[in-house]
């Protein structure tokens, strides 16, 4: 096991823990090196970066971009050692965070459409910051509800691609959101590569525009990996002179997956990510 975490979420995004404490269970549960990547937004990162270093554990500030690839693919691009106070940055991811509160509303008239009423205030009930309002807040809304019985099964059931409580959003381009990542002076990273379902030509077609936009790496070790997906993404990472990351993607206790602090070993093939990042690098401990 690698004491390295780089992909986890706190209470400014769908994570259930404030970001001081996860931050503090990641050091807990014998992490050395950690970023907080929520989605969309960095206002976590100051209180999790100052929790990591009085637990004695180094930080990297990080962000999870939600991206439309190819005008219809939703994927995930990891931002590590960005400097948060970037104009570019902040203004890009602003603008992405714009449109989920009129989402949330949409999603709330097609559960209704179903009989759940009252999902819109459930869902906000349940979420720090109301600009970041997403599925995950819908989702543990119909478990808490007792509609559905977990939030795995309001996923399968409602809230993806085809079923009845999902509306299709329009997130930032691929190029847009690297760049950003880049200009902020950090390196962007190909979530969970393992859950997009795309066979080797999508795979490759994306791994292209991701290098041309300037990304220059990929989750190989990731809490929503099996196995076959880690030593599959190594080869991949290897293939495509990609840098490998790894994370938990670590949001609530109990919800499934993997808890935070701690990720599975890359394969020794792999060129670690944080090795590229000393300089961006928030020291616990001076040298
Ligand atoms: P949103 O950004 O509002 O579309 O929500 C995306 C989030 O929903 C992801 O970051 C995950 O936390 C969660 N999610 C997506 N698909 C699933 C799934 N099949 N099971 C559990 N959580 C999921
Ligand atoms: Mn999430
Ligand atoms: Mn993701
Ligand atoms: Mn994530």
């Known amino acids: ?27 807990e549960r014998g992490a050395t090196l950690i970023a907080l990547t929520d ?5 976590g990162l100051k209180e999790a970066r100052e929790a990591a270093l009085a637990a004695g554990v180094d930080f990297l500030n990080g962000v999870e971009v939600s991206v439309t690839w190819n005008s219809r693919h939703t994927i995930h691009i990891v931002g590590l050692g ?13 603008g992405i ?27 906000m009930a349940l979420c720090d910051n109301p600009e970041m309002i997403g599925r995950t807040h819908f989702a543990r809304f119909l478990v808490g509800s007792g509609h559905v019985k977990d939030v795995k ?17 329009v997130w930032a381009n691929l190029a847009d959101a690297v760049g950003w990542i880049v200009a902020a002076g950090g390196i962007a990273v190909i979530a969970h590569p393992g859950r997009y379902d795309f066979g080797r030509t999508l795979t490759e077609r994306l791994i292209l525009d991701f290098k041309d936009a300037g990304g220059q790496g990929i989750e190989v070790s990731s809490g929503s990996h099996s196995l076959d997906d880690r030593l599959k993404y190594a080869l991949i990472a290897k ?5 490998a990351s790894a994370g938990s993607d670590f949001h609530a206790p109990g919800e499934g997956g993997r808890d935070v602090g701690y990720t599975d070993d890359l394969p020794p093939i792999c060129r670690p990510v944080w090795n590229e990042l000393h300089e961006r690098i928030i020291r616990a401990r001076q040298p």
């Open 1 to 27: 096991m690698a004491t390295v975490d780089l992909h986890f979420h706190s209470t400014a995004s769908d994570g259930a823990l404030p970001a001081a404490e996860v931050a503090r269970r990641a050091g």
């Open 39 to 43: 989605h969309d937004c960095l206002a």
């Open 82 to 94: 960005i400097d948060p106070d970037h104009p570019g940055l902040v203004e890009g991811l602003a």
């Open 97 to 123: 965070r714009a449109g989920r509160v009129n989402r949330a509303r949409e999603m709330s008239d097609a559960l209704a459409k179903l009989g759940i009423e009252g999902a819109f205030d459930g869902a």
């Open 153 to 169: 099964t309001v996923f399968r059931k409602f809230l993806t691609p085809g079923k009845p409580g999902y509306v299709p959003h």
């Open 239 to 243: 293939q495509y002179e990609l840098l």
